[in-house]
């Protein structure tokens, strides 16, 4: 059983990465699906009461996730970027089962995080959309992607270009 | 919608690492009816002085690249080309340069669509000044990028 994690940035287009993963492995049926998202963090106090308080209830069922806010549209944008890609795998002929949708918030380096996810996941391949950027914008913002390859020791790296 | 791969690159440093990177890309090739490009990269000696001791432990003289560029082709055709499926269409691109750069410039040339590539390869004072290979062309290539893991197994 081959099993990958796919990393979602959840921008407009990032379900190109399961459209291509989608293309590798159809006809294949031992893979195992883990599709992750890190929800960029939010302050508290620049939250509703009431959605302070139901993240707070979210916290009680993962204590990982405590003491880390997050906007309520990132989270509504993740489920939808979560539904069309469970759309395209079934399509692709892979089976609900076999497809398994997490998220964790922004606590530390994106890559590590990621990494992490795998190794807790027993992922042999991690699998990351790409998008070209300028000189510019990868030295300020560097690169998840070429992070997580350099550190990546007990995975395959596949970074698509989207 | 036309095939996914057409051309696949597998980059070698002659590492482990590389030989199993060697296994998915012709695997991925055969699959998907691509050719394989294998690239090798040498280090060009005005870039890197010291390094020649990584590839031969020859004196150098004029005939040096000469020798180290016969040696790796003969290296790809053992270790490569002589364990390529039959009839599998492939290319060998042998280049001298710093190694990121040259890798991604065949991607352009060649138009590769996946290029498949072993994630740590040489280890002491070559990865020292190799080892960042995978993570430079990740971030710079035109095309998708596999890095293979090392299974010691």
């Known amino acids: ?162 | 919608m036309g095939p996914l791969f057409k051309k696949i690159g597998f980059c070698t440093d002659f590492s482990e690492n590389a030989d199993q990177a060697f296994i998915v890309a012709t695997n991925l090739a055969v699959r998907f009816g691509a050719s394989i490009e294998i690239i090798h990269v040498t280090t060009n000696l005005a870039l890197f002085p010291p390094v020649h001791a990584t590839y031969m432990t020859v004196e150098y003289d004029p005939n040096f690249i000469e020798e180290i560029t016969q040696a790796a082709l003969k290296s790809i055709q053992e270790k490569y080309v002589e364990k390529l499926p039959e009839g599998l269409p492939y290319e060998v691109n042998l280049r001298s340069g710093y190694a990121a750069t040259e890798i991604i410039r065949v991607v352009e040339e060649k138009e590769i669509d996946l290029l498949v590539m072993g994630s740590h390869g040489l280890t002491g004072i070559a990865h020292v000044l190799f080892g960042s290979t995978a993570d430079r062309v990740v971030r710079r290539a035109a095309c998708s990028v596999l890095t293979v893991r090392f299974n010691s197994k």
Do not use: N
């Not at chain 1, 549209?73 to 795998?89: H, N, S």
């Open chain 1, 1 to 162: 059983m081959e099993r990958f994690l796919i990393a979602l940035d959840c921008q407009p287009d990032c379900v190109k990465t399961i459209d291509y993963m989608v293309r590798v492995l159809k006809g294949t049926q031992d893979c195992e699906f883990k599709i992750f998202h890190i929800l960029a963090t939010a302050s508290p106090d620049k939250l509703r009461l009431e959605e302070v308080q139901r993240i707070e209830h979210v916290h009680a069922a993962r204590p990982d996730l405590a003491g880390y806010f997050w906007e309520k549209e990132d989270e509504k944008t993740m489920e939808r970027c979560f539904a069309q890609a469970m759309e395209k795998l079934v399509i692709g002929g892979f089976r609900p089962e076999s497809v398994l949708f997490l998220f964790a918030v922004q606590s530390g380096d994106v890559a590590e995080i990621i990494m992490a996810k795998a190794a807790e996941l027993g992922c042999s391949t991690i699998v990351l959309g790409r998008r070209r950027h300028s000189l510019v914008k990868a030295l300020l913002r560097g690169s998840v992607s070429a992070s997580v390859v350099k550190s990546a020791r007990g995975s395959a790296v596949w970074v698509i270009e989207i």
